[in-house]
């Protein structure tokens, strides 16, 4: 069975930095693709990040442009989202996602097969 387990959430002030992680196991990241999504009270599902564990290409949303990382390890099929500079409206939680043939459009949610359970992310003011 394929299970995607996404940590590292918290309560941290604006300013400062947290990683997620997102382990997966009963599938290799190889010749996917790993999305980081997220999802506030009364909001839609927005994606966050994305990674091409076959080219190692990556997007992001323009409103964590230049404070967010992803990267992922392939051979330990891990993929992480590096926040830095953070603000109370990225309070969310997160997901992370995979995307089996790699094929999809970034954003879009319903692209992605498998998910994991969500890690919260508060910022506080």
């Known amino acids: 069975e394929v299970q995607l387990q996404a940590s590292g959430g918290g309560l941290v002030q604006a300013g400062r930095s947290l990683r997620l992680s997102c382990a997966a196991s009963?599938?290799?990241?190889?010749?996917?693709?790993i999305g980081w999504f997220r999802q506030a009270p009364g909001k839609e599902r927005e994606a966050v990040s994305y990674?091409?564990?076959?080219?190692?290409?990556?997007y992001y949303a323009n409103s964590v442009k230049g404070r967010f990382t992803i990267s992922s390890d392939n051979a330990r099929n891990i993929a992480y989202l590096q926040m830095n500079s953070l603000k109370p409206e990225d309070t969310a939680v997160y997901y992370c996602?995979?995307?089996?043939?790699?094929?999809?459009?970034?954003?879009?949610?319903?692209?992605?097969?498998?998910w994991g359970q969500g890690t919260l992310v508060t910022v506080s003011s």
């Open positions: 990674i091409s564990s076959s080219d190692g290409s990556t």
């Open positions: 996602a995979i995307d089996v043939s790699g094929l999809g459009i970034w954003f879009r949610w319903d692209d992605y097969d498998y």
């Open positions: 009963g599938l290799s990241f190889d010749d996917h693709a």
